[in-house]
């Protein structure tokens, strides 16, 4: 019988030991807990080792100087099936770093080594009450840097919005620290970002054991499209002047652009949440060209967004950049593009009458393909119609369509993976 599997998941400080730590105290079962750190030394498995009343210690297991997500991926899969051999225990649970991204480490539970002796019955993100509010519920305090991933590029902010966005269960802890007011426009906000999750608050990680173990509700693929961002995209999509979406499957997790298979959403695929209602004046819109932005208007215009703008996510058609498909994440304030692949507009002309053979649905303009902008957005008391204006001025126009590309200034990455960032918090600061 498969051994059930409870990955945690949440940014730097938010309580995921506290709240592992006493799981482990009252839990009615055996649990076996592998701590990811990326320091060299793993602090929190020497908490957590500390706090049980295991006979060896030996199911405690701690992987470090490196991300279970990325570099430790491999490692990862074999140190739970060597504890899966070793040992006998009802449960297990990992604790990701900080950094951590929690649908790689899925996926190796699901259709890794590791889904034989494994089950993946929920993935946890652990929200920080106080610091979410004040990030992105709030409007007042700019994002704040506290660490880096792998590559040292994407911001903290970004990855935190991810957590949240790949979960089914949200646990807002440090619920003492935020007003009544204040966590209720937090519970919005997070049911805006994930709408399929379930929301547990919880004051110093206390936490009935059943609210984590024994829910068995996790489904990959439901999970990677229930985004709020990935709702809206695909309820636009659906409902716009052209129907379906026609250009790639948002939900792949990125896969979608990288010049292999390119496979269109299902029409039929309705979400009834697609709009969350609108508490504390958040709302969630849709952002849809057929024309590319203008490199340098586009990245002013990222320096200068809307206070109350919390998540723009989708793929974008930038002038000078007519291979690659960009995709644009903002979180809070700081904007990541990256290069996650190509337009199929952008193939040799056989292969790309093969892809659309492969897509009958697809949408394709003579001229430019399927080239476009397509973007999600939510926020806070935005302007919405303003918003739009700012961003329609950063298409090209008439003119520029014309003119030569080639000469604009261009901060957009170009290589697959490549990512650059541009901040809002200082409008003087230069891309990287």
């Known amino acids: ?6 990955i945690l998941c949440g940014e730097l400080g938010a309580g995921k030991t506290t709240l592992l730590s006493g799981l482990l105290e009252s839990a009615d079962r055996e649990i ?54 070793s040992h006998e225990f009802d449960h297990l649970v990992v604790e990701a770093s900080g950094v951590g991204e929690p649908e790689p480490i899925a996926r190796r539970f699901v259709r890794g080594p590791a889904g034989g002796p ?20 709030d409007g007042d305090d700019m994002p704040i840097q506290q660490g880096a991933d792998e590559e040292g590029t994407r911001p903290l902010s970004d990855l935190v919005l991810e957590q949240v966005e ?34 547990a608050t919880a004051e110093y990680g206390d936490l009935e054991p059943d609210v984590l173990l024994g829910v068995e509700r996790f489904e990959l693929e439901t999970v990677r499209d229930s985004a709020g961002w990935k709702r809206q995209i695909e309820a636009d999509a659906n409902e ?18 990288r010049g292999g298979d390119h496979t269109h959403s299902d029409g039929d695929h309705t979400h009834d ?18 024309r590319p932005f203008h490199p340098e208007r586009f990245t002013e215009l990222l320096r200068s967004l809307p206070e109350g703008l919390v998540r723009a996510k989708g793929l974008t058609w930038i002038a000078g950049r007519e291979d690659q498909a960009i995709t644009t994440s903002t979180a809070g304030a700081a904007t990541t593009l990256e290069v996650t692949g190509r337009w199929i507009a952008s193939f040799a002309e056989e292969r790309q009458e093969t892809y659309r053979r492969g897509q009958p649905g697809l949408v394709w303009d003579e001229e430019h393909g399927d080239r476009e902008v397509r ?35 261009n901060p957009a990455p170009t290589g697959m993976g490549e990512t650059v960032t541009i901040s809002s918090a200082d409008p003087e600061a230069p891309a990287r």
């Not at 504390?280 to 060209?289: A, C, K, P």
Request: net charge negative.
């Open 1 to 6: 019988m498969s051994v059930p599997v409870t």
């Open 32 to 85: 076996a807990v592998l701590v990811n750190d990326v320091g060299e030394v793993n602090v929190d498995a020497d908490l957590v080792e500390a706090r049980t009343d295991l006979e060896t210690g030996d199911e405690v297991v701690a992987l470090e100087n490196g991300c279970i997500c990325c570099s430790l991926g491999g490692e990862l899969s074999r140190a739970v099936i060597q504890l899966w051999k």
């Open 118 to 137: 494994y089950d993946l019955e929920a993935v946890v993100t652990v929200v920080d009450a106080r610091r979410f509010h004040d990030r992105f519920a």
């Open 166 to 199: 790949f979960c089914d269960l949200l646990v807002v802890n440090k619920g003492d620290l935020v007003s009544d007011a204040e966590h209720e426009r937090v519970v919005a906000l997070l049911e805006a970002l994930q709408p399929r999750a379930e929301i």
């Open 240 to 257: 716009g002047e052209h129907g379906t979406d026609g250009n790639y499957d948002y939900s792949d997790g990125g896969d979608h652009a």
């Open 273 to 290: 949440h697609a709009h969350p209602p609108e508490r504390y004046g958040i709302e969630v819109e849709g952002y849809h060209r057929r």
């Open 375 to 409: 973007l999600a957005l939510i926020g806070r008391d935005v302007d919405w119609d303003a918003l739009e204006s700012q961003l329609d001025d950063c298409l090209l126009s008439d003119e520029e369509m014309a003119a030569d590309w080639s000469d604009y200034e």
